[in-house]
T-cell receptor, first 112, second 116 residues
Framework: DAGVIQSPRHEVTEMGQEVTLRCKPI?????LFWYRQTMMRGLELLIY????????DSGMPEDRFSAKMPNASFSTLKIQPSEPRDSAVYFCAISGGPYEQYFGPGTRLTVT | AQTVTQSQPEMSVQEAETVTLSCTYD???????LFWYKQPPSRQMILVIR??????QNATENRFSVNFQKAAKSFSLKISDSQLGDAAMYFC?????????????FGKGTKLSVKP
């Protein structure tokens, strides 16, 4: 366990609402990643940061998604407005060694 | 673009027996890393084992070992003495060496069941 806390663990919201997912690494790292997991598409990289700077956001599905990393110990992924197709498990991961990534427990998002 | 293929959607093994999960990948790179991740019903993604492409020796972690065939672009996972706690989804993953650390590419996964 490389030490990544995600909150909330479960989120149920109505279409059109804003959703904010949180990630708190509790161990040293240089990189932070946001993934989305669905049955249809599997695990997809959405965005990743290096030293708090966004490096590649090409996986972010559309402008409704945004991510920030104000400091080394905190990152957010925001969806505004949310849609039912955003329902998925969202993972935050950090790099703990040479190209290894360690994942948080994930947030299960359901948009009704 | 690199791809990772896991051709076995589901596998089953008897407790204490050995099972092998298959993974193939496609890349034009010569230096890269390969991983196996385990995802139990709790959905936590757990790193099981890592293989560097420049190493000829197959990686081993306790009951878990890999068969890395670079020319064939094959990377299978062998689980020996299977335990009930090994039941999970297993994902094979690839990333380039020397580039960004963001391009971890996953296969679709293999669901492993362990029968008592």
């Amino acid at each position: 366990d490389a030490g990544v806390i995600q909150s909330p663990r479960h989120e149920v919201t109505e279409m059109g609402q804003e959703v904010t997912l949180r990630c708190k690494p509790i161990s040293g790292h240089d990189y932070l990643f946001w993934y989305r997991q669905t049955m249809m598409r599997g695990l997809e990289l959405l965005i990743y940061f290096n030293n708090n700077v966004p490096i590649d956001d090409s996986g972010m599905p559309e402008d409704r998604f945004s991510a920030k990393m104000p400091n080394a110990s905190f990152s957010t992924l925001k969806i505004q407005p949310s849609e039912p197709r955003d329902s998925a498990v969202y993972f935050c991961a950090i790099s703990g060694g040479p190209y290894e990534q360690y994942f948080g427990p994930g947030t299960r998002l359901t948009v009704t | 673009a690199q791809t990772v293929t896991q051709s076995q959607p589901e596998m089953s093994v008897q407790e204490a027996e050995t099972v092998t999960l298959s993974c193939t990948y496609d890349t034009s790179e010569s230096d890269y890393y390969l991983f196996w991740y385990k995802q139990p019903p709790s959905r936590q993604m757990i790193l099981v084992i890592r293989q560097e492409a420049y190493k000829q020796q197959n990686a081993t972690e306790n009951r878990f070992s890999v068969n890395f065939q670079k020319a064939a672009k094959s990377f299978s996972l062998k689980i020996s003495d299977s335990q009930l706690g090994d039941a999970a989804m297993y994902f094979c993953a690839y990333t380039n060496y020397g580039g960004s650390q963001g391009n971890l590419i996953f296969g679709k996964g293999t669901k492993l069941s362990v029968k008592p």
